[in-house]
């Protein structure tokens, strides 16, 4: 009974692909999740006689608790287009571009993002800042879309991993009941060795993949210079970002202020620009222009039909269908977990555990399983170690196994499910497909494998000194 929800959200979203193609998300997608909301309740109210206003109450917490994220998407997307506008972006691909060669150019992609996210310990700040400006140089050397975004997804998903400043990684150490540095020491263990392998890929792939699109540089660099005032003093607005990150103010306080600074930079630097996008004249001209780049789409002409779709903005407003799926999305987490339908399946998964690879494999298969149901990266760490944690302590396994299982199951593979918080976000903020890019994020779904892999051999796998067992 508990499964008939997955089967049909499956049906009705493989029905809606079908028919909507690319346009599945705007929202097809999300009449599918609400329809499988709607069938999780009926099946807990006349099997489990549960009453609405305890339904209700658990699907508006589970969509409450989505709060902070949708309002560092709207953040996120006022980011986009003032990094734009200002000539923030555009100055990073200009100088990225005559530094950072075709041949190794997924590799330095990897690399460049990882450090950065390693630093600031948010993949979500990486890809939006440093991630736009990559796609467009590597759009510039004529690369896919799907491996551009892979080598950006794949290096701030191991920096975000490894990093003491990433609240994924304190949470799954918290939760878990282990020291934060010992659960990054030893998560090196599994994810150096996968990110080591996704990079071997990426070299591989430079220096064999046929590129036609070598002469798209110079006239990106002609564009970029015609339509923007380039220069390198506008990358202090990233470097302030990244002091202001150094220093753990909070997220939302970092964003509001990276597009404050990048607001009065585009003003000061790019004011034509920004009196062509309001479209007007006069004093308010600068004021209205700005506004509408923070919360609309922005269409700037740069003479390149290429360049056009990677300066074009939509602000705020194309974060909407992803705020939109969101919300649906928690809906169906929230439906799952009120009517006990989730716990149900994962009582079923506890039966098969027997040793440590097994054990491994259900906490990374429960946590890709989270993913997929709750769309939320949070939940799935805090479900996955809730649920395992007795066992893992029964069984005499130490708690930083737990720990790194449940991060190499949960953190890497949200930016995999489509209608995940991370999978809507970076394919909204980079512009490409999630089935697009995801054959090509190695680290990603590699990592979990990696996990299993290891557990299997019995490498750095120690049992508690002493056991502790049900009384």
Same mark, same amino acid.
């Given at each position: ?5 997955? @089967? ?14 690319? #346009?599945?998300?705007? /929202? ?5 999740? =609400? ?8 099946? *807990?109210?006349?099997? !489990?006689? =549960? ?8 699907? &508006? ?5 989505? &709060? ?5 998407? @709207? ?25 950072? +060669? ?8 990897? $690399? ?8 600031? /310990? ?33 290096? #701030?998903?191991?920096?975000? !991993? ?17 020291? $934060? ?33 070598? /002469? ?31 220093? !753990? ?25 920004? !009196? ?8 308010? #001209? ?31 407003? *194309? ?16 439906? $799952?977990?009120?009517?006990?339908? @989730? ?12 040793? #440590? ?67 809507? &976000? ?8 999630? @089935? ?26 120690? +049992? ?8």
């Amino acid at each position: 009974m508990s499964l008939i929800p997955f @089967l049909v959200l499956i049906a009705l979203i493989s029905c809606c692909v079908a028919v909507f193609g690319s #346009a599945t998300l705007d /929202g097809a997608s999300q009449v599918s999740l =609400l329809v499988a909301s709607a069938v999780s309740v009926l099946i *807990g109210h006349f099997t !489990k006689r =549960l009453e609405w206003e305890n339904l209700e109450k658990e699907l &508006t917490d589970k969509i409450a608790s989505c &709060t902070p994220a949708i309002i560092i998407l @709207l953040l996120i997307g006022a980011i986009g287009g003032t990094w734009m506008v200002s000539g923030i972006v555009p100055t990073m691909i200009y100088y990225g571009m005559q530094i950072i +060669r075709p041949e190794v150019f997924f590799v330095s992609s990897s $690399l460049l993002c990882a450090l950065v996210s390693l630093m600031i /310990g948010s993949s979500w700040t990486t890809v939006a800042t440093i991630g736009l400006a990559l796609m467009g140089i590597g759009k510039a050397h004529g690369f896919d879309d799907g491996w551009i975004a892979g080598s950006i997804i794949t290096g #701030a998903y191991f920096g975000d !991993k490894l990093s003491p400043l990433s609240d994924t990684t304190v949470l799954a150490s918290s939760v878990s009941g282990t020291p $934060l540095f010992t659960h990054i020491r030893y998560m090196l263990f599994t994810t150096v060795p996968t990110f080591c392998i996704s990079l071997t890929i990426f070299l591989i792939a430079g220096f064999t993949m046929d590129v036609q699109g070598h /002469g798209n540089v110079a006239e990106f660099m002609d564009g970029l210079q015609h339509t923007f005032v380039i220069s390198p003093w506008l990358l202090i607005v990233p470097v302030l970002t990244g002091i202001m990150i150094a220093r !753990k103010w909070p997220s939302m306080v970092v964003l509001f202020m990276a597009i404050m600074l990048a607001a009065i930079v585009g003003l000061l630097v790019q004011p034509d620009l920004v !009196k062509q996008i309001s479209g007007h004249s006069g004093m308010l #001209a600068s004021y209205k222009g700005m506004m509408q780049v923070c919360y609309g789409s922005t269409n700037i002409e740069t003479g390149v039909p290429m360049l056009n779709e990677l300066v074009h903005t939509s602000g705020m407003a *194309g974060m909407m269908p992803t705020i939109w799926l969101i919300i649906c999305a928690q809906t169906f987490g929230g439906a $799952l977990t009120a009517t006990g339908q @989730l716990q149900d399946l994962m009582r079923i998964v506890l039966r098969w555990v027997r040793g #440590a690879a097994s054990l491994v494999a259900s906490t990374v298969g429960t946590a890709i399983f989270c993913n997929i149901a709750m769309a939320d990266q949070y939940l799935s760490i805090m479900l996955s170690s809730s649920m395992f944690k007795d066992t893992y302590r029964e069984k005499g396994y130490e708690p930083r196994l737990l720990s790194r299982s449940c991060e190499d199951g949960a953190t890497v593979t949200s930016v995999l499910v489509p209608w995940n918080t991370c999978g809507l &976000t970076q394919s909204t903020v980079l512009g490409v497909a999630t @089935l697009t890019y995801l054959p090509y994020c190695f680290f990603n779904y590699l990592s979990p494998l990696m996990s299993i892999f290891i557990a299997s051999i019995g490498w750095k796998i120690k +049992r508690a000194v002493v056991p502790m067992n049900k009384e």
